[in-house]
């Protein structure tokens, strides 16, 4: 069965400190996909990335980086030199190809980043 | 700009209610769920369609209904409303049904059963 952990519930940081947050997924699927989002206050869900099984490559995206590891099942999401606009609940999601496409999401990591 | 609109962005109701979400979008999607969002537990799904009239349980039905009269709406009922069903309900719908696609969400409708 599909199954996403995002075991930090609360994460509290003082700008412009870094600060990772842990997803670890589980899935039989050798075709997959993996999602991270970002719900500010205002409750949308706002899509950040999206990485294939097949894709082990890290990516960058201005103080955002992703890091996929296929060998620990996880697919960790850290923000660098973090500002009080990234205080929100941040989402790790998965998709199998074959299992209908549903996604399936992880806990929840609410951070705060204090002035 | 895909958008998916949720009628209500707070809802009051009394227990045993019967309770309509309504949810739509205007990006042609065929694919629409509904999930509920609780703290500590993220977000579970209820139910989801494929197309018109055609509907599937998700994690979580039981208590829930849905209709998908047409295209663009997706309506998640609440038989008769009870105080465990107070959450935060999201909205959402997707291009693709499997694939690398990623879902669009409404701002969600805050419920609360009294």
């Known amino acids: 069965a599909q199954k996403v952990t995002q075991a930090q519930t609360e994460i509290s940081v003082v700008e412009k400190e870094d600060v990772t947050l842990d997803c670890v997924y589980e899935?039989?699927?050798?075709?997959?996909?993996l999602f991270w989002y970002k719900q500010p206050p205002s409750g949308e869900l706002v899509f950040l990335i999206r990485r294939n099984s097949f894709d082990e490559q890290n990516e960058i995206s201005g103080r955002y980086s992703w890091n996929f590891q296929k060998s620990t099942s996880s697919f960790n999401f850290t923000i660098t030199a973090s500002q009080v606009v990234d205080s929100a609940v941040y989402f790790c999601?998965?998709?199998?190809?074959?299992?209908?496409?549903?996604?399936?999401f992880g806990q929840g990591t609410t951070l705060q980043v204090k002035p | 700009d895909v958008k998916v609109t949720q009628s209500s962005r707070y809802l009051v109701k009394r227990t045993g209610e019967k309770v309509f979400l309504e949810c739509v979008q205007d990006?042609?999607?065929?694919?629409m769920f509904w999930y509920r969002q609780d703290p500590g537990l993220g977000l579970r799904l209820i139910y989801f369609s494929y197309d018109v009239k055609m509907k599937e349980k998700g994690d979580i039905p039981e208590g829930y209904s849905v209709s998908r009269e047409k295209k663009e709406r997706f309506s998640l009922i609440l038989e008769s409303a009870s105080t465990n069903q107070t959450s935060m309900y999201l909205c959402a719908s997707s291009l693709e049904r499997t694939g690398a696609g990623g879902y669009t969400f409404g701002s969600g409708t805050r419920l609360t059963v009294v």
């Open positions: 999601a998965l998709r199998e190809y074959s299992n209908t496409g549903k996604l399936i």
């Open positions: 990006m042609d999607h065929e694919n």
């Open positions: 899935t039989r699927d050798t075709t997959y996909y």
